[in-house]
């Protein structure tokens, strides 16, 4: 399995032996997945982690009537489903496949036995879960102080990295989930981007074509 190696990137596991990381490796597997799989849903009792090999995995959250919002997107190296290792807790949200993907899954048992036997890796966890929480203070920050054009702007930069041109790896419903907002208001702001000269758009594909403004709109 080729594609274990990429364990050794994971920020998680940096600190373990090489006989701690043989350990993970031999309960490693691998899973292939189709655009709409579900790896896990929310609330389902948490038994392994998981990190992306290829293909984008949404993390979403939905309300009672059951919308959506995409909360993160995970790509190659990403870890999911960590915190339930160390609460033991339900899932806090679903992890979908947006397109063809593989990721790896490791049980908890071998990385509690891992911890248990070496407390001080417990650091390493603390510095991942605070990288979390940063996250989760910027976006609920955007969600106050950015409003729905200013979000699309950030989300379109974010999915389109130091690239000008790209295709957009998610669906306009699930633009929409990660910006928080109607698919409507969405296409509204991308049709002022447009409209504007920032960006060009031919349905699923984009060209980013001022990206100072659209940098700009995004703060």
Same mark, same amino acid.
């Not at 292939?32 to 993390?59: C, K, N, Q, W, Y």
């Not at 790896?169 to 910006?179: C, R, Y």
């Given at each position: 399995?080729?594609?274990?190696?990429?364990?050794?990137?994971?920020?998680?596991?940096?600190?373990?032996?090489?006989?701690?990381?043989?350990?993970?490796?031999?309960?490693?597997?691998?899973?292939?997945?189709?655009?709409?799989?579900?790896?896990?849903?929310?609330?389902?009792?948490?038994?392994?982690?998981?990190?992306?090999?290829?293909?984008? *995995?949404?993390?979403?959250?939905?309300?009672?009537? #059951?919308?959506? +919002?995409?909360?993160?997107?995970?790509?190659?190296?990403?870890?999911? #489903?960590?915190?339930?290792?160390?609460?033991?807790?339900?899932? +806090?949200?679903?992890?979908?496949?947006?397109?063809?993907?593989?990721?790896?899954?490791?049980?908890?048992?071998?990385?509690?036995? *891992?911890?248990?036997?070496?407390?001080?890796?417990?650091? #390493?966890?603390?510095?991942?879960?605070?990288?979390?929480?940063?996250?989760?203070?910027?976006?609920?920050?955007?969600?106050?102080?950015?409003?729905?054009?200013?979000?699309?702007?950030?989300?379109?930069?974010?999915?389109?990295?130091?690239?000008?041109?790209?295709?957009?790896?998610?669906?306009?419903?699930?633009?929409?989930?990660?910006?928080?907002?109607?698919?409507?208001?969405?296409?509204?702001? *991308?049709?002022?981007?447009?409209?504007?000269?920032? *960006?060009?758009?031919?349905?699923?594909?984009?060209?980013?074509?001022?990206?100072?403004?659209?940098?700009?709109?995004?703060?």
């Amino acid at each position: 399995m080729a594609e274990i190696s990429l364990l050794r990137d994971v920020p998680l596991l940096h600190d373990l032996t090489e006989e701690e990381m043989g350990q993970v490796e031999a309960a490693t597997t691998t899973l292939d997945m189709r655009r709409g799989d579900l790896l896990f849903a929310e609330e389902a009792e948490p038994t392994e982690l998981h990190v992306v090999v290829s293909g984008r *995995i949404a993390i979403s959250k939905r309300s009672v009537d #059951g919308r959506e +919002s995409m909360v993160a997107l995970m790509e190659r190296g990403d870890l999911i #489903g960590e915190m339930g290792l160390f609460d033991g807790l339900g899932r +806090s949200a679903e992890a979908r496949a947006l397109e063809s993907s593989q990721v790896l899954t490791i049980p908890y048992a071998p990385l509690k036995a *891992i911890y248990e036997a070496r407390p001080q890796l417990l650091w #390493g966890v603390v510095e991942l879960l605070a990288g979390r929480l940063r996250n989760t203070n910027t976006a609920l920050a955007d969600s106050v102080f950015l409003d729905v054009t200013g979000r699309t702007a950030k989300r379109l930069l974010e999915l389109a990295g130091d690239d000008d041109e790209f295709v957009l790896p998610i669906t306009q419903e699930e633009l929409a989930g990660m910006v928080g907002a109607s698919r409507e208001r969405v296409n509204k702001a *991308i049709a002022s981007f447009v409209r504007l000269g920032w *960006i060009d758009q031919r349905e699923r594909r984009y060209r980013i074509l001022n990206r100072v403004e659209l940098d700009r709109r995004a703060l």
